[in-house]
């Protein structure tokens, strides 16, 4: 049973991600919006659907701690193991309207949120600001995407309206309940073969609520439509920190307290991943099969750091001294020349 929870959670994923990408990509063309824009609502926000279940009934439940670090955690697994992937894979092409705008805006609620936990805890009023600010960014984004409607409309005949909602609709259930079953079955047979519940949270739980957005977008990268394999990620980051962070502070008694490992640590992390995207989206306007092995890489050392430091052990000084003055030097020298050489190509 516990095996068979685990495929059919994985089949459901695959299927309701195939539904999901052909049914939004089919009702862009019929609207004539940019599947950009579509990845970056319809899409990231249904893919972002296991996030707020999570973060809501954690609020409810009076442990609203765990939805900052469900955010934290997704939006870090987002762009350093889902864009890493999915470009080993096929290497994502990135839009203008990513790099000057949307990439930049991700970078920027990050650093709000670590602002606004400067005083150990995300307040209501923080989420009210938060969900002001999603409601701002989903009317502009559609706005952006009416004004070109009229003139892009796609005249080649189209499959009736209701089979593309009904694709779409029917993708996203099948994504939260294939993720689901997928997360359950995996925690199940970890357990049964000795791992810790410590690193099965750490690992398999942290990573399950973004495994609608790692199937969406590889399958749009195999499929061609890079804009929304790209538009989910980026799209996921930003309702994670405005919708999900904000609603989520709403509903708790008492806002959400923060751990100073949270504020020290992790939050600092997902900011520096969402600096790292500008750079490798600027060079050449895609992300590489190299870049993308640069993610993925380093969200393997960042989960590696994270069972050290569950488990206390030996090695995480040595650990957290190589990464420190070693790998991360090079990293960021090696980033800041790639940018360079391609602001000057572009100058001339």
């Not at 994985?10 to 299927?15: F, K, T, Y």
């Not at 939260?176 to 690193?199: D, I, K, M, P, T």
């Not at 739980?205 to 061609?224: D, K, N």
């Not at 504020?263 to 993308?292: K, N, Y």
């Amino acid at each position: 049973m516990i095996i068979a929870a685990f495929l059919a959670g994985l089949m459901l994923l695959i299927v309701g991600a195939e539904g999901l990408v052909r049914g939004a990509s089919r009702l862009a063309s019929r609207l004539g919006i940019s599947s950009l824009i579509i990845g970056l609502t319809v899409v990231a926000f249904g893919t972002s659907a296991p996030e707020l279940a999570v973060s809501l009934k954690a609020a409810t439940s009076d442990q609203a701690g765990i939805a900052i670090g469900n955010v934290v955690g997704s939006n870090i697994f987002n762009v350093l193991f889902i864009l890493g992937l999915s470009a080993l894979i096929v290497p994502l092409s990135v839009a203008q309207q990513l790099l000057r705008f949307d990439i930049p805006l991700m970078i920027a609620l990050s650093g709000l949120i670590l602002l606004m936990a400067l005083d150990g805890s995300i307040s209501r009023l923080d989420g009210l600001v938060l969900v002001a600010g999603l409601i701002s960014y989903t009317t502009f984004l559609l706005l952006q995407g009416m004004r070109t409607a009229s003139s892009n409309a796609s005249s080649t005949p189209q499959t009736p309206w209701g089979i593309d909602l009904l694709l779409v609709a029917g993708g996203l259930g099948l994504l939260v309940l294939g993720s689901r079953w997928f997360v359950e079955g995996a925690v199940v047979f970890a357990a049964y073969l000795g791992v810790s519940e410590q690193v099965i949270g750490l690992t398999i739980i942290a990573a399950g609520t973004s495994l609608p957005e790692v199937v969406t977008s590889i399958i749009a990268a195999l499929r061609g439509e890079r804009d929304i394999a790209v538009g989910n990620v980026v799209g996921s980051n930003i309702f994670n920190l405005l919708g999900v962070l904000g609603l989520t502070s709403l509903l708790a008694p008492s806002g959400i307290g923060l751990s100073p490992a949270m504020s020290g640590f992790d939050l600092p992390v997902m900011i520096a991943v969402a600096l790292a995207c500008l750079p490798i989206c600027f060079t050449g306007g895609q992300i590489s099969r190299w870049e993308g092995g640069v993610f993925f890489g380093y969200y393997l050392v960042y989960t590696l750091y994270l069972i050290l430091a569950a488990a206390h052990h030996d090695a995480l000084p040595g650990f957290g001294m190589v990464m420190l003055y070693f790998v991360l030097p090079i990293t960021v020298l090696t980033l800041t020349l790639m940018t360079f050489r391609e602001a000057q190509s572009r100058a001339r």
